[in-house]
């Protein structure tokens, strides 16, 4: 018989939300005990997988990391205004190091899939060991565990285009969220399909330095600058002499960017202030900052929308020198999809070996031995194509999983008739003592305070229906599932988000169900949803009052 283990919760996931979330149950007094399991062999998630050149976090630097550890908060350094890939996940490491979490975690480890049992009131899991191109090594093992919670990201699936002959190709194929250890393709000349955040990094990061590079672009993007550089001994005090007021404003802002956002309308100063503010926000930097922090309707109001979009494309006009690449690069459509910044990726086309290819104009035909063929016969040669083509994001990265709740049924079946759904973007309805941390319909928000947010509010959960009873069953309803769903669809279609084809509605894979995946109300009014609920008696969930039965997870409290 296979080998089992007891615990309190099964975290999957060591990224940001399980390091935390596996701190918080540590911390609970009595702990709870835990046991958080990830696939990758190593800790940070979405910072381990994403190595590819420019990886960057493009929220500043103080504000990308935890706020609960106020000493290290203080302490912990960083160099410039942006986080780069190797620092968030040093710093990741070093969160895991000094709190002494290593211990609880299992590495090279993967959930295969969990069953909620209903006599033992708890999840049947069932993990094997990986190796590190993720094959099982060894038998698979069962964890018996009261609350299954999973960390598994927002973005962990790679979605690769359906191209025919992608097999043809001789050259390396690499997508940026699986990106080899070490990889180096400055020598190589390079085909880059995709100009979502992660290509506009790339594309930025690697045009100075290989022999040749080539965009391939669906959907060219609004980009702002980041204003990166480094930071100065003066910020970095100003910044820790306030933090608790940072932290504070930022839990109670709309998208948590560390900035107050602007409660002035577009329309509501004269043409010579609003280009005034607008280039305000392009030397600042930062794309959130350019979309909420100049004014208040950008993202809501057309006519608005279009005075920021227009600015933007007279900046791509007046940097990229020749005419023709830079009428590739103009948009087409309005500014209404994650707002991204950048390091110089306009410039970067001003390189005589950097060009554009607009798929619009000219589809990509076939992938060849030498490169990709495009609609007009000409053949792009290249010794490495990368795939920056994104993700199957969120409900994909739950559907590789078989996570089976009440009746048998499973979440991708929970699933099929809406795309995905939640309460409060952490709970199902029949999925009982199933949390999770960045799942569908949370706050589409900088992630870290939401995602403190949201683990806060789950272990507080926990502890409160232990207080209840030796056997807690959390389980949210079917109609407050319904409602919030209907909540996030409203806030959805009166913002122009819901008017741009991307992964925040599922529109970027083939087959995906369209419908929207975040809750647009801001950080603020999420925090404040949750806090009415707990208010109200844990509003939309079930009142379990059943006795402990024979066979428990044996609790280690
Ligand atoms: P995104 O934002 O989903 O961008 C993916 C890009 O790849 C985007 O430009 C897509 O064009 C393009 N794409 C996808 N499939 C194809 C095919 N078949 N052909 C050509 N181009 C394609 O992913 P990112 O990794 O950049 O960013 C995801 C998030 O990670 C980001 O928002 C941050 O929060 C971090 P499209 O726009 O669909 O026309």
Request: net charge neutral; aromatic share 12%; proline share 5%.
């Amino acid at each position: 018989m296979a080998e089992q283990t007891d615990v309190d919760v099964l975290i999957i996931g060591a990224g940001m939300g399980g390091i935390y979330q596996l701190w918080s149950c540590l911390q609970s007094d009595p702990p709870f005990s835990a046991l958080c399991i990830d696939r990758a062999h190593g800790v940070g998630g979405t910072w381990y997988w994403n190595r590819y050149p420019g990886a960057m976090s493009d929220t500043e630097s103080y504000i990308y990391r935890f706020s609960w550890d106020k000493e290290d908060l203080l302490n912990y350094p960083w160099k410039e205004h942006y986080v780069k890939q190797p620092e968030v996940l040093g710093y990741l490491e070093h969160v895991v190091e000094r709190h002494g979490l290593a211990k609880w975690m299992q590495l090279g480890t993967e959930l295969l899939g969990a069953e909620w049992d209903d006599r033992l009131g708890g999840w049947r899991c069932e993990i094997v060991r990986v190796d590190e191109d993720g094959n099982p090594v060894g038998e698979p093992r069962t964890v018996r565990a009261r609350f299954l919670i999973t960390a598994l990201g927002l973005l962990s699936k790679a979605n690769f285009p359906d191209i025919p002959g992608m097999d043809r190709f001789k050259g390396r194929k690499v997508h940026t969220g699986a990106w080899p250890k070490g990889l180096d393709v400055t020598k190589d000349r390079v085909g880059v399909i995709g100009s979502g955040s992660t290509g506009v990094q790339v594309i930025t990061a690697l045009a100075p330095k290989v022999k040749k590079l080539v965009s391939f672009q669906r959907s060219p993007q609004y980009s702002v600058p980041s204003g990166d550089g480094p930071v100065s001994d003066d910020y970095r005090k100003w910044v820790n002499e306030n933090y608790d007021d940072i932290w504070k404003g930022t839990r109670n802002s709309m998208v948590a960017f560390g900035f107050k956002e602007s409660e002035i309308p577009t329309m509501s100063v004269s043409p010579e202030e609003r280009k005034r503010i607008f280039e305000e926000a392009w030397q600042k930097g930062n794309g959130f900052r350019f979309m909420f922090w100049t004014f208040n309707d950008i993202s809501v109001d057309r006519r608005a929308n279009d005075e920021a979009a227009n600015f933007i494309k007279g900046k791509i006009k007046s940097i990229v020198k020749d005419p023709e690449k830079a009428r590739k690069l103009l948009p087409r459509e309005i500014y209404a999809r994650r707002p991204l910044c950048d390091g110089g990726y306009y410039k970067s086309f001003n390189y005589d070996h950097v060009d554009v290819v607009n798929l619009k104009d000219t589809p990509i035909t076939e992938m060849t031995e030498k490169g990709i063929m495009t609609s007009d016969g000409v053949e792009h040669e290249f010794d490495t194509i990368i795939f920056a083509t994104g993700f199957d994001a969120i409900d994909g990265s739950y559907n590789r999983v078989r996570i089976r709740g009440r009746n048998g049924k499973s979440l991708k079946e929970h699933w099929a008739p809406l795309g995905p759904t939640s309460y409060l973007g952490v709970c199902c309805a029949n999925f009982p003592n199933l949390f999770m941390i960045t799942g569908p319909q949370g706050p589409f928000t900088n992630i870290p305070p939401s995602l403190e947010t949201q683990v806060e509010f789950i272990i507080d959960t926990m502890r409160h229906y232990r207080q209840r009873s030796s056997r807690p069953i959390i389980e949210a309803s079917e109609e407050a599932e319904k409602d919030w769903t209907e909540k996030c669809r409203k806030l959805a279609e009166d913002s122009l988000f819901h008017e741009t084809s991307s992964w925040i509605f599922g529109a970027n894979v083939g087959g995906k169900k369209y419908a929207t995946r975040f809750y647009f109300g801001g950080l603020k009014a999420y925090r404040k949803e949750l806090e009415r609920m707990v208010k109200d008696d844990y509003r939309g969930f079930i009142k379990h009052g059943e006795p402990a039965q024979d066979e428990t997870v044996r609790s280690m409290l």
